[in-house]
């Protein structure tokens, strides 16, 4: 199996690491486990902190928004494990690279296998919440199981744009080294501004600025699917118009700037 593909095209190494799947998949793997080597409580610790936040923050805004904690907690908990994954991926790309240069220039491993080793890693931190997805659907979630397959499909098309749009900006980030600082700047801003603590209802007339923001699509693909079985084909058809435009930039990019982006490294 050569791994001499860092300077190849884009569908070539999207191919490649389809086929070859291991030369991502293991490494997050063993990433994830090596984060919580050498703690008693593990990733279990990730997963109260996180929970307790959330149980918080719904009890404190369900009572200012004057909502059901009911209604209100699957929205936050859904929402914000959503946004730690889209935020923690493309964080974590800013630096991807850099990080993997040795691996990328004297192994000669596809640029790609650094960005999905670097989605699912953030994937998997995610998935240690299954159970308490599962919980609360059981006994807060009133929706059909057909729903639940609309949801699956929009959170394949979540992870597959996130993961073009992280390798955009590692690549740009490889290239201008403050692309960091302006992503975390913006990421910091969508918390507020993405409705995560709120609904777009509460704009009243205004509700339809909200899909100014990209991430909007995210959540109502997903989140919005399963809590409130109502399926938005625009936030669909949008969604899969911005992955096609990332494939197209980065068909561009690896066509006439990977050797200048190897050459940096």
């Given at each position: 199996?050569?791994?001499?593909?860092?300077?190849?095209?884009?569908?070539?190494?999207?191919?490649?690491?389809?086929?070859?799947?291991?030369?991502?998949?293991y490494?997050?793997?063993?990433?994830?486990?090596?984060?919580?080597?050498?703690?008693?409580?593990?990733?279990?610790?990730?997963?109260?902190?996180?929970?307790?936040?959330?149980?918080?923050?719904?009890?404190?805004?369900?009572?200012?928004?004057?909502?059901?904690?009911?209604?209100?907690?699957?929205y936050?908990?859904?929402?914000?494990?959503?946004?730690?994954?889209?935020?923690?991926?493309?964080q974590?790309?800013?630096?991807?690279?850099?990080?993997?240069?040795l691996?990328?220039?004297?192994?000669?491993?596809?640029?790609?296998?650094?960005?999905?080793?670097?989605?699912?890693?953030t994937?998997?931190?995610?998935?240690?919440?299954?159970?308490?997805?599962?919980?609360?659907?059981?006994?807060?979630?009133?929706?059909?199981?057909?729903?639940?397959?609309?949801?699956?499909?929009?959170?394949?098309?979540?992870?597959t744009?996130?993961?073009?749009?992280?390798?955009?900006?590692?690549?740009?980030?490889?290239?201008?080294r403050?692309?960091?600082?302006?992503?975390?700047?913006?990421?910091?801003?969508?918390?507020?501004?993405?409705?995560?603590?709120?609904?777009?209802?509460?704009?009243?007339?205004?509700?339809?600025?909200?899909?100014?923001?990209?991430?909007?699509?995210?959540?109502?693909?997903?989140?919005?699917?399963?809590?409130?079985?109502?399926?938005?084909?625009?936030?669909?058809?949008?969604?899969?118009?911005?992955?096609?435009?990332?494939?197209?930039?980065?068909?561009?990019?690896?066509?006439?700037?990977?050797?200048?982006?190897?050459?940096?490294?």
């Amino acid at each position: 199996m050569s791994l001499k593909y860092s300077n190849t095209s884009f569908f070539s190494q999207l191919f490649y690491l389809t086929k070859f799947w291991q030369i991502w998949f293991y490494p997050a793997y063993y990433d994830f486990k090596i984060l919580y080597s050498r703690t008693y409580l593990g990733s279990l610790y990730s997963i109260l902190s996180k929970l307790i936040s959330i149980t918080a923050i719904s009890l404190l805004w369900s009572y200012i928004l004057k909502q059901e904690f009911r209604d209100f907690f699957p929205y936050l908990l859904f929402g914000m494990l959503i946004w730690f994954y889209i935020s923690g991926t493309l964080q974590n790309s800013v630096y991807t690279l850099n990080k993997n240069a040795l691996l990328l220039n004297c192994f000669q491993f596809p640029i790609l296998t650094m960005f999905f080793r670097n989605s699912f890693l953030t994937l998997i931190n995610i998935l240690q919440f299954v159970p308490i997805f599962v919980l609360t659907y059981i006994f807060l979630i009133e929706t059909s199981l057909l729903y639940v397959f609309y949801f699956f499909i929009g959170l394949m098309l979540l992870i597959t744009s996130v993961t073009l749009l992280s390798t955009l900006i590692g690549i740009i980030s490889s290239l201008y080294r403050d692309t960091g600082h302006i992503i975390n700047s913006i990421l910091g801003i969508a918390t507020m501004i993405t409705p995560l603590y709120w609904k777009k209802e509460m704009l009243g007339e205004y509700e339809n600025l909200v899909y100014l923001n990209p991430f909007t699509y995210y959540l109502e693909i997903t989140r919005d699917v399963i809590l409130y079985s109502k399926i938005n084909l625009i936030s669909f058809v949008m969604v899969i118009v911005m992955i096609l435009i990332k494939i197209i930039f980065l068909h561009l990019i690896f066509k006439y700037k990977v050797k200048k982006i190897l050459f940096v490294l």
